[in-house]
């Protein structure tokens, strides 16, 4: 007869040696989704990292050393073109898992990842990954599955990087945004929302200021205020609406 399986239970991660700050609870949903006797088989493989702003998770092209589980703040998978300029195309937050080429053997990503808002995770190096998947057949599916989700996520916001305003783009990503941080305050600075969406400055300044003028968001000092989520959500295109159907229908199968 079928054991029906423990869910592993939020806890205090083991500092990193010679450092005593201690992790923050265990939120990552991937992690949180293994039964108990897995996830000792994973947590065993891992070592908990703080991420401030700005930290480099991978380069593009370069090696990837370590696979990354995020457990709190906000993740950018950016193209970069030759001129340095960058778009971006996936976000990654407590949801999910930074380093998916590993889990088909490869070493190197055509994308950079860097933490937009800062937060911290658990990371396994790049040679330890194949035996730690072995040993746990959930943690394995979760992560096709989550393979998948960001490849849908890369291709839809493509396709609104170049067919949607900019204002209908922005209510969009700050959707996103919110959805992986919790909360309603997303610390951001107009430049940066150029970079992700790929536009000028000037053109988030009106945007944002669109947005705030409807009563939706509130913008001061590098930080965005959510206000109105349901207002916001209809001013999104379609895209947000779309990527969480798909989401659903996907979650829905695999119960």
Not at 28 to 57: C, F, G, Q, R, Y
Not at 73 to 79: D, K, P, R, Y
């Amino acid at each position: 007869m079928a054991t029906k399986s423990t869910r592993l239970q939020p806890i205090e991660a083991p500092p990193p040696a010679g450092n005593g700050v201690r992790a923050n609870p265990l939120q990552n949903a991937i992690l949180l989704s293994l039964s108990a006797k897995e996830s000792k088989v994973v947590l065993d493989a891992l070592e908990w990292v703080d991420l401030p702003t700005h930290t480099v998770l991978h380069e593009a092209g370069q090696d990837i050393e370590f696979g990354y589980f995020i457990n709190g703040g906000l993740a950018s998978i950016l193209n970069v073109m030759a001129d340095g300029k960058t778009v971006e195309v996936g976000l990654a937050g407590k949801e999910g898992f930074i380093g998916v080429p590993l889990l088909v053997g490869f070493r190197t990503s055509p994308s950079q990842v860097i933490m937009q808002v800062g937060g911290d995770g658990f990371r396994i190096r790049a040679q330890d990954l194949p035996d730690t998947l072995g040993g746990s057949s959930k943690l394995e599916k979760r992560l096709q599955r989550y393979s998948q989700e960001l490849m849908m996520q890369a291709a839809q916001i493509a396709a609104c990087n170049r067919l949607h305003e900019v204002s209908h783009r922005l209510a969009r990503w700050l959707l996103m945004s919110q959805d992986r941080l919790g909360g309603s305050d997303v610390p951001l600075t107009q430049q940066f929302l150029a970079h992700m969406l790929g536009t000028r400055r000037a053109s988030v300044t009106v945007a944002a200021r669109s947005l705030q003028k409807a009563g939706w968001i509130t913008y001061k000092r590098g930080k965005v205020k959510i206000v109105d989520r349901r207002q916001l959500e209809d001013a999104a295109c379609e895209c947000y609406k779309k990527m969480n159907t798909q989401s659903r229908k996907w979650e829905s199968e695999t119960r």
